[in-house]
T-cell receptor, first 114, second 113 residues
Framework: AQSVSQHNHHVILSEAASLELGCNYS??????LFWYVQYPGQHLQLLLK??????LVKGIKGFEAEFIKSKFSFNLRKPSVQWSDTAEYFC????????????FGQGTELSVKP | DGGITQSPKYLFRKEGQNVTLSCEQN?????MYWYRQDPGQGLRLIYY???????QKGDIAEGYSVSREKKESFPLTVTSAQKNPTAFYLC????????????FGPGTRLTVL
């Protein structure tokens, strides 16, 4: 079965530290890839997405992600986190040949200490 | 003001009763989705629909049912067969283009007593 795996459930960082959140998926067909963020008490919102072209994509608030097709990975990075980045982060994969099925990982809770 | 509406925000039901959660979108999106969000388990896909009058089971469809009679509406019924229905339910819609992102509603928290 198709799945999305996020390696870290809870990450705690100090401000200005660098961030990398892992995401791997299991599906051999064409995919679109997304990272969403859920700030406390707010809706999920899109951070960035990949659907074709340059595998290094940049999103809002200084986030970026790299699609490595051979590793089925789409890791999220930020060079220097801020306290306001405290949130839950979700990796999502759109399975093109599965009728638009959109599946999510388990989420990673990020806590940034001021 | 475009977006996705889910109502109500909080819902309480007695065990053994069916309950229907509403989801409406005015974004003119073709695809709609229902997820269940539980702590530590992320978003799990219940049902999804790419077009009107068609829908597919997601990964945890047992005990749930849906309909898609109109493009803008995708109600979810939580039946008495769902063993653990207390959860936070999220509805999303997505335009059908390549790379189209999903937009999420505010969610409904269902508590079964």
């Amino acid at each position: 079965a198709q799945s999305v795996s996020q390696h870290n459930h809870h990450v705690i960082l100090s401000e200005a530290a660098s961030l990398e959140l892992g995401c791997n998926y299991s599906y051999g067909g064409t995919v679109n890839l997304f990272w969403y963020v859920q700030y406390p008490g707010q809706h999920l919102q899109l951070l960035l997405k990949y659907f074709s072209g340059d595998p290094l994509v940049k999103g809002i608030k200084g986030f970026e992600a790299e699609f490595i097709k051979s590793k089925f990975s789409f890791n999220l990075r930020k060079p220097s986190v801020q306290w306001s980045d405290t949130a839950e982060y979700f990796c999502a994969v759109l399975l093109y040949n599965q009728g638009g099925k959109l599946i999510f990982g388990q989420g990673t809770e990020l806590s940034v200490k001021p | 003001d475009g977006g996705i509406t889910q109502s109500p925000k909080y819902l309480f039901r007695k065990e053994g009763q069916n309950v229907t959660l509403s989801c409406e979108q005015n974004l003119n999106h073709d695809a709609m989705y229902w997820y269940r969000q539980d702590p530590g388990q992320g978003l799990r896909l219940i049902y999804y629909s790419q077009i009107v009058n068609d829908f597919q089971k997601g990964d945890i469809a047992e005990g749930y049912s849906v309909s898609r009679e109109k493009k803008e509406s995708f109600p979810l019924t939580v039946t008495s067969a769902q063993k653990n229905p207390t959860a936070f339910y999220l509805c999303a819609s997505r335009e059908g283009l390549a790379g189209g992102q999903a937009f999420f509603g505010p969610g409904t928290r269902l508590t079964v007593l």
